[in-house]
């Protein structure tokens, strides 16, 4: 297995896994209360990101920067190509009226034309505004007035129609250009005649300093806010985690990097990580659906060496597999392919880290059975070449982590938000912890305060939310970040994020409880889809589920039931409740009894952008669930016995 092979060679390799030492600070009782990574990349003195295509095009003009997805066939892109299409879109956009410091939406689906844009905005002196290509047309204005953007670059006629509602009623109604109609196209023709030297003057007048996005957050506990970053803290992430991860990789693994982005570039995380890839020349392409119906295609036909994804994605390659098994009638095949995946991932790691011997024969042997069977088909749906990944958003199950890894896929969790411009921590290449994610990027402290709670300080912190001082004040002190998530650090400073601080449930017997983690257990095992973990001065935890729509074909299919069978009668199938029974049982294993879910509620329909139950970054609105069902949640606690006598 390729990735054994690598931990191996790592240890040969102290000069390259030793660059890094994490410093850490201990209170009087020997708790772990701060870690410190010091910097691998200088800060940034002068220039800013908009010089990156021009850099790489005098430095490497014929090196493949990007390949670009046309009618199913993946074309080349130079380091030239880009950098020339990027001047002419700058040039489009000052003819247009971009003034220096003056911002620009982009309202698109993850895709070539998003980079050549970004880049493009940041040569012309502007501050780009990312906007969800899923946004509704009451968050378009709000981001678009409170940002004062006045031009907007959407993806389709979809999208515009949306944006001309949005600001319909604004006092200067923006100016907008639509991807499909041929916008790249027509800001070329309309910059044509800007001098090359206009160019090169608003590009070397931006500094580090500068603001170089405004991008809002999710928006889970209400109105999202703007958070600023300069072109330092962008430098800042990407420089770092290229210069932490790159080099090793690449002496280690003999691998040519590339990577498949499709996580939104709306979200900060794709858009670092495709700075950190133009930064360290490796190639990437765009895939515009994180729907593992649509993303499989793309991957097989890429073939990427690494992904950076979010825990639904390896979910659903998972239970993909186990579906599949079942269709061939395999299932407890696949169950136990499963469980030997986990004991060999967690013994081989053991023995890695120095605290285990090992796998014994019977579990090699067991592991090579199922490799031919079984992982190596996960394998082959991620397009054959892949043997490592990042996983960031929300915590990747532990167990689900592990199969990966006897699968030959090291995922490395991380841990970050968009005030701290991506990634805070992450695991170290090839220092796997599965459960952590990781330690401080380098340049970055992490300290735990006294009531818990994650804070973070160092280059990648933003400075201001957008005309928002006084949630500034409210999150930044001192140059610490607070987070609002509740962690721990380790003797070796991994961090642990617990749960969400102003998520803790306190049930009516006093007992705090973190739901993060028996949600994320929850939805990694079918057919679960989403959940929202209830029970704030209640007697006890119970939980309302919703159903996979996938698993749910799959699940009627292999019972031999009609395909159209009503949610309504499925939620109360004895069946199908004891299998999402299985899946609680599955989330009761991670907590104490007291912590448990007792009672769950399976619920019609589910959680999405459009019912405005998900944040376009798929996270949970726990209020606006709370509110939705009300009555099936009263519903859990209106009979029975309490939590004391079950």
């Known amino acids: 297995m390729g990735v054994r092979k690598d931990l191996k060679r790592a240890k040969q390799r102290t000069d390259l896994m030793d660059r890094t030492r994490v410093e850490v600070v201990k209170d009087a009782d020997g708790v772990v209360r701060e870690a410190r990574t010091p910097p691998l990349a200088p800060p940034a003195t002068t220039g800013s990101i908009a010089d ?22 993946w074309h080349p892109v130079t380091t030239a190509a880009f950098a020339d299409q990027v001047a002419a879109v700058a040039k489009g956009l000052i003819a247009a009226g971009l003034e220096p410091g003056g911002r620009v939406a982009v309202m698109s689906r993850t895709r070539y034309e998003w980079a050549v844009l970004d880049f493009a905005i940041w040569a012309a002196g502007g501050q780009t505004v990312p906007v969800y290509a899923t946004s509704s047309a009451d968050q378009v204005e709000w981001i678009v007035r409170d ?14 129609a949306t944006a001309i509602v949005g600001t319909a009623a604004h006092e200067h109604a923006p100016r907008i250009w639509e991807l499909t109609a041929g916008a790249i196209a027509d800001l070329t023709t309309l910059g044509r ?48 985690t290229v210069e932490l991860l790159h080099p090793i990789f690449k002496e280690v693994t003999h691998q040519t ?37 649509e993303l499989r295609p793309a991957l097989k036909e890429f073939r990427p060496t690494f992904l950076v994804g979010v825990p639904y994605l390896f979910e659903k390659i998972h239970d993909t597999g186990r579906a599949t098994a079942e269709k061939m009638g395999r299932g407890a095949s696949f169950d136990r392919a499963d469980r030997i995946a986990v004991r060999f991932g967690e013994s081989y790691l053991n023995k890695f880290l120095g605290t285990g011997k090992g796998p014994t024969p019977g579990l090699y042997a067991a592991w090579a059975l199922y490799d031919l069977l079984v992982y190596r088909r996960v394998r082959k749906e991620l397009g054959g ?50 459960g952590t994610v990781g330690q401080p990027v380098p340049g970055t402290a992490v300290r735990i305060a006294d009531d818990g709670e994650v804070l973070i300080k160092g280059g990648i912190v933003f ?46 017997g006093g007992k705090n409880v973190s739901p993060a983690v028996l949600e994320d257990r929850l939805r990694s095992r079918p057919p679960i889809g989403q959940c929202l973990v209830v029970g704030d001065n209640r007697p006890f935890i119970a939980a309302v589920i919703t ?100």
């Open 463 to 508: 400075g201001a939310y957008w005309n928002n001082p006084a949630a500034t004040d409210a999150v930044l002190q001192d140059d610490w970040f607070a987070t609002g998530d509740l962690g721990c650090l380790d003797e070796d400073g991994y961090l642990t994020i617990t749960g969400r601080k102003k998520d803790i449930l306190v049930t009516s």
């Open 193 to 240: 005649d800007v001098p090359d030297e206009e160019i090169t003057k608003r590009r070397t007048a931006v500094t580090p300093d500068t603001v170089a996005t405004v991008c809002y957050t999710s928006g889970t506990t209400g109105r999202p806010k703007g958070c600023v970053l300069t072109h330092a803290n962008l430098y800042a992430e990407a420089a770092n």
């Open 52 to 73: 990156l295509p021009f850099t790489n095009a005098a430095e490497a003009p014929d090196a493949v920067a990007l390949r670009r997805e046309q009618a199913g066939t």
């Open 547 to 646: 159903l996979d729509p996938e698993a749910v074909a799959h699940w009627l299919a292999v019972r031999k039931m009609p395909a159209d069978t009503p949610l309504s009668e499925l939620i109360q199938d004895p069946r199908m409740r004891a299998d999402v029974q299985k899946a609680v049982d599955h989330a009761n294993e991670a907590v104490s009894r007291a912590e448990s879910i007792r009672r769950f509620a399976l619920v019609e329909g589910e959680f999405t952008e459009d019912n405005g139950l998900l944040t376009p970054s798929l996270k949970v609105k726990r209020h606006a669930v709370t509110v939705a069902y009300a009555a099936e949640i009263e519903a859990l606690y209106g009979a029975g016995p309490d939590a004391d006598d079950r």
């Open 385 to 434: 070449c892949m043997r490592y990944a990042i996983s960031g958003g929300s915590p990747l199950d532990r167990d689900l982590n592990l199969f990966f890894y006897a699968a030959g896929i090291i995922v490395y969790e991380g841990y970050g938000l968009t005030e701290t411009t991506a990634a805070a921590t992450i695991v170290p290449p090839l220092k796997p912890r599965p």
């Open 147 to 160: 940002s004062g953007a006045r031009h907007i670059v959407t993806e389709n006629a979809e999208n515009t």
């Open 257 to 293: 990097a590339s990577t498949l982005l499709f996580l939104p570039l709306a979200h900060i995380l794709g858009r670092t990580l495709q700075i950190a890839c133009l930064m360290a020349r490796i190639e990437i392409g765009h895939c515009p659906s994180i729907k593992p119906d």
